[in-house]
């Protein structure tokens, strides 16, 4: 019998969920047309029953964060207050940003702006192309890409955190619901859970991954003049999956934080690039605008009392889903990054930090794509429409005078944006599906890396091959759904450990 320490595969949650997918991979190639018709009406059911518990879930967590931060529970130290953080703050930041936008910002932060501006909401009564359709396109990229989603990844991070360090429970997702329901969350239960919340991630990943090859194989298609065509997003999916092994193979320190640091400044070369080359006068006013739209209407766009209903449901509560189903995993790697930092400081780098980065990003980015597609009286809209968005990214540099090499670094920020995001959440995934991970041994066996980074790769690509942003879009949604009953768990255990730890006697701090 092994030590309770040595590291084994702990089968149900490992064999489980990959089994689930395998045979999903396999119905989609055998019917894809049915297997997407099955994925329509699902991805509908959920959005048209569960979207208000979306609504509510993200905005709740905001008040929530807000009253822990400033309340005495804000100074309790994660791991107690001799504990060694792993990273230095500056790391620390790079880390947990990179390891959460993905390839988001670049795919939708050009992509999604042009729909609000464009394609408002019907109900709102403005003309597409106007002032205030470039208003409401900003303030819907500040609340689809600052706080709110922010918020959620917070609650389920620094809830685990808690749990993990201070109360010394397992490194299972389980563990959230310990101060709820008590030891029975390690039983079936939590076995569960931790394999409902692999299936999860994994849809939000391949979603993520989706979105990522798309917009490289626009960059590389612009850059070397020719069509690639299935063949190469199948061979970018597969390198991406590659790196993004080798990297959390190497672990914490030597993989995963030295190219969060690269693409940092990757993201900060690409801001002055758009800011020195584009419509920088422009910004400003257009940036103000949309923060002070998103600061009147946060509270009934976020339950989406004045837009129509199904452009709530396909656009904020899409966003909140595909959060959402990152959330679970992504909390493991973001509460282990935690220790030795203080529940205030961990709000601070977790929500207040990258919501920040988030606004100046789709202020810059966002805004240059808004004012552009004005005064060009809505080309990159028509390339959006007639081309889809594999070139959209390629169109919007070549507005801006950006020559083979800035397309070159974009591509470099695209792929290390998504495998900084993914080898995190790969080697939580097989942390996951490990028994004996603890603080002292945190890295789970080469070969599970292995299998969980290739089907993350296949699902990819069978999505985009098969049904493009499309079946993006919906995976986000399939994933979200399970993910959000555990998010809610979490911020449920976050309240009772901040406002009642008498019943939690092991919290110290």
Request: hydrophobic share 55%; proline share 5%; net charge positive.
């Amino acid at each position: 019998m092994p030590s309770p320490n040595a590291h084994s595969v702990n089968r149900p949650v490992f064999f489980i969920p990959l089994a689930i997918l395998v045979i999903s991979i396999g119905f989609s190639l055998w019917r894809n047309s049915l297997f997407l018709q099955v994925e329509t009406d699902i991805n509908d059911w959920i959005l048209l029953h569960f979207g208000r518990l979306f609504a509510l879930a993200g905005f709740a967590f905001l008040p929530l964060l807000a009253v822990i931060a400033i309340s005495p529970f804000g100074g309790t130290v994660i791991g107690g207050a001799q504990a060694t953080p792993l990273l230095g703050r500056w790391r620390w930041f790079a880390v947990t940003l990179c390891t959460t936008v993905a390839t988001g910002i670049l795919f939708w932060g050009v992509a999604e702006p042009l729909f609000h501006l464009n394609a408002p909401p019907p109900l709102l009564g403005l003309t597409p192309g106007s002032e205030g359709a470039a208003a409401f396109a900003m303030s819907t990229m500040f609340l689809h890409w600052t706080f709110t989603p922010y918020a959620i990844y917070t609650v389920a991070a620094l809830a685990f955190a808690l749990l993990y360090y201070n109360q010394r429970e397992p490194f299972r997702i389980s563990s959230l619901f310990v101060p709820l329901i008590g030891r029975r969350a390690h039983g079936v239960v939590g076995s569960g859970i931790d394999i409902v919340c692999l299936f999860a991630l994994v849809a939000g990943m391949s979603a993520s991954l989706g979105a990522g090859v798309l917009a490289l194989a626009g960059g590389i298609e612009g850059l070397f003049v020719f069509r690639g065509g299935e063949w190469l997003r199948a061979t970018i999916a597969g390198a991406l999956v590659l790196i993004f092994i080798l990297s959390a193979v190497f672990g914490l320190r030597r993989g995963i934080a030295r190219l969060s640091l690269l693409n940092i400044w990757l993201f900060f070369a690409i801001l002055l690039f758009v800011l020195f080359s584009g419509v920088a006068s422009a910004l400003p006013s257009l940036g103000l605008a949309g923060a002070k739209n998103y600061i009147v209407t946060f509270i009934p766009r976020s339950f989406g009392t004045d837009v129509n209903l199904n452009w709530h449901r396909q656009w904020t509560i899409f966003n909140w889903a595909n959060w959402f189903a990152w959330a679970p995993i992504t909390a493991l790697f973001l509460g282990r990054l935690a220790v030795g930092y203080s529940v205030r400081s961990f709000i601070l780098f977790n929500l207040l930090f990258p919501a920040l980065f988030g606004a100046l990003w789709m202020t810059i980015i966002a805004g240059t794509t808004i004012t552009l597609d004005q005064s060009l009286h809505g080309t990159l809209y028509d390339t959006l429409v007639r081309a889809g968005p594999d070139p959209l990214l390629y169109s919007l540099f070549s507005q801006l005078g950006g020559g083979g090499f800035v397309l070159a670094m974009l591509i470099l920020a695209i792929f290390l944006s998504y495998v900084t995001a993914a080898d995190s959440n790969v080697s939580a995934m097989s942390a996951l599906s490990t028994h004996g991970i603890t603080p002292e041994s945190p890295e789970a066996p080469l070969h599970v890396k292995l299998a969980w980074g290739v089907v993350v790769g296949l699902v990819a690509v069978v999505l985009v091959a098969a049904s493009g942003l499309d079946g993006i879009r919906m995976m986000s949604v399939l994933g979200g759904f399970p993910a959000l009953f555990v998010v809610l768990g979490a911020g449920a255990s976050l309240a009772l450990m901040a406002f009642r730890p008498h019943s939690l006697p092991r919290l110290r701090g």
